[in-house]
């Protein structure tokens, strides 16, 4: 009798993320604008940390933490326009 090996199953939509993924990787090592909005995200990012890990926050920089969010998810969308460019620009033409 033979006994049946278990194979963990990707959940759904683990193809489209991988996709996603690899697009990222490429743009990080081929697209300077790609690799500079990255950057500014992950500084954004270290900064609300800093800012997150204060007890108490002056109002100035309350005023900074909402406006580095707002920054942060603007560079965000522009990352993600930059992924759906790419991989729409790999697809090529959609069949008629």
Request: aromatic share 2%; hydrophobic share 35%.
């Amino acid at each position: 009798m033979a006994t049946a090996q278990w194979a963990p199953v990707e959940p759904k939509g683990a193809d489209v993320m991988s996709d996603i993924d690899e697009t990222r990787r490429l743009l990080l090592e081929r697209d300077d604008a790609f690799r500079q909005l990255t950057t500014d995200h992950h500084t954004l990012d270290d900064r609300l940390k800093t800012l997150s890990s204060k007890p108490h926050l002056t109002d100035d920089e309350q005023l900074e933490e909402v406006r580095l969010k707002k920054e942060k998810l603007r560079l965000k969308d522009q990352m993600e326009a930059a992924v759906r460019r790419h991989q729409a620009s790999m697809a090529g033409p959609l069949p008629a």
